[in-house]
C-alpha cells in the first residue's frame, strides 16, 4: 500500500514545478474558448511525464496514466480528476510580480490553481503508476465560465477507453482557511438559466409621454415583479433565485426608447423549482408588459444542472481527509450554493465528489472573493490540493493505506 508519507515526499519533491507552472498560467490567463496556450502548455507538461493524453471539444485535453501494479479490487477501477483552465474578463489588481500580461483578463476563479494542482497530482501518481491498478484520467477541461466545457468534454468521449467510473475535483475556497477542505453531501451548487428579456413598446419624446409606450417604466416594473415570484411561490425554506444583472435601453436624455433588453439568471436545487420559475418568469413578464400595452418575449436558455455529490462517497472522502489533515482542518457545507459549476455533467456520469480548498492565509490585505481583481490564492494550499486528489484516487483503487 502507498503510504501519506511517501506522496508527501513527492509532493515536496515537484512542488516548485507546480508553483512555476501555475504562475505561467497566472501570468497568461485565457477567456473561454480562446485557450489555445493554455492547451498547449498543458499537454507540453503531460508530454514531458510521458503521459499519453487525448484532445477533444476546443482544446480539451485528457491524459491517461494506466497502473502496472495490482489490478483494484473494489468498485471503482478507472479515476478521473478534473481540473478547469479558462479565466475572467477582469482586470487584476495584486500587484504580483506575476501579475497577468493580458489586459483585462484574470485567473480570479482559481481556474490556475485548479489546473496546477492536477498537474501535481499527475505529476506525483507518475511515480507510483507501478504500484496500483486501473487507470487515471487528467481531465483538464475549457470553458467553464461560459460554454458548458464539461458536458461537450464528456460527449466527445473524455470517460471512455479506458471507462471512468468515479470522478473527483476540487474548487478553492476564498473565505476558508489555506489548507482547509470542506465536503457538501448530495445537493451542492444550484442548476442554472439564463434569462433574456426583450420589451417592445413605441418611441416617443420625453416631453410627450403619452404618444408612446415607455419600455424603461414597463422593464422596470418587471424587475420589481420578478421579486415576488421566489418571495410568493417558494416556501422560505426552499432555494431558489431570479435576478436581473442587466437593463439596456435608450440612448439620450430626452428620448423615450421603444425597445428595452433585460438580461438575468434563474437559480435552482431541484428540477421542479426551476421549471416553476421558469413558467412564472414568463407568465409574469408577459402579463406585466401587457398591462403598458406593450410587448415582451422571453428567452430561456438552460445551463447547468444541479451539482449532486453522491452522498455516501463524500462522507468515505470527508472521513479520510479527517484522517490526512485532521479532523479540525475539515468542514461540512452548511447549506448549498446557489452558485453554477458545470462539475454536475460529470456527477450525472458516475460517482462524484467536488469539494473545496482553502486558500485564505488571513495576511492578504484585503478581503478575498472569487471573481475579484484582488483575488490571491495562498500556492501552499496546492500541497493539499495534490494530497488529497492523489491519495483518493489511489484509496479509490485500493492502492493507499
Known sequence: MITRQEVSAVIEEVFQDVIAFRRDLHMHPELSGQEERTSA????????????????????????????GPAPTGKYTGVGIRADFDALPITEETG??????????????????????????????KRFANRFGGAVKFLFQPSEEKEGGAKNMIDAGCMENPPVNAVLGLHIHAGLQSGDLQFC???MNAATCTLYIDVEGVGCHGAHPDTGIDTIVVAS?????????????LAPTTPGIVT??????????????????????????TTDVMDLLKERVKLTVE????AF??????????????????????????????????????HRMPV???????????????????????????????????????????????????????????KLLGAAE
Open 41 to 68: 502548455r498543458i499537454q507540453e507538461e503531460l508530454s514531458k511525464l510521458d503521459i499519453p493524453f487525448g484532445t477533444n471539444w476546443q482544446r480539451a485535453v485528457f491524459g491517461t496514466l494506466a497502473g502496472t
Open 96 to 125: 504580483l510580480p506575476y501579475a497577468s500580461q493580458n489586459t483585462g483578463v484574470m485567473h480570479a476563479c482559481g481556474h490556475d490553481v485548479h489546473t496546477a494542482t492536477l498537474l501535481g497530482s499527475a505529476m506525483v501518481l
Open 185 to 187: 453531501p448530495g445537493p
Open 221 to 233: 416594473h418587471i424587475v420589481t415583479a420578478l421579486q415576488a415570484i421566489t418571495a410568493r411561490n
Open 244 to 269: 436581473i444583472g442587466s437593463f439596456h435601453a435608450g440612448t439620450k436624455s430626452n428620448i423615450i426608447p421603444g425597445t428595452a433588453r433585460l438580461e438575468g439568471t434563474l437559480r435552482a436545487m
Open 287 to 290: 402579463n406585466v408588459a401587457a
Open 293 to 330: 400595452g406593450a410587448k415582451a418575449t422571453v428567452t430561456l436558455e438552460d445551463g447547468c444542472p444541479c451539482l449532486v455529490n453522491d452522498p455516501a462517497l463524500t462522507e468515505v472522502f470527508m472521513d479520510y481527509a479527517g484522517e490526512l489533515f485532521g479532523t479540525e482542518h475539515i
Open 336 to 394: 448549498p450554493s446557489l452558485g453554477g459549476d458545470d462539475f454536475a455533467y460529470f456527477t450525472q456520469y458516475c460517482d462524484g465528489v467536488y469539494f473545496g480548498l482553502g486558500v485564505t492565509t488571513g495576511n492578504e490585505g484585503c478581503e478575498q472573493k472569487l471573481h475579484s481583481e484582488f483575488l490571491c490564492p495562498d500556492e501552499e494550499a496546492m500541497k493539499n490540493g495534490i494530497l488529497m486528489e492523489v491519495m483518493t484516487a489511489l
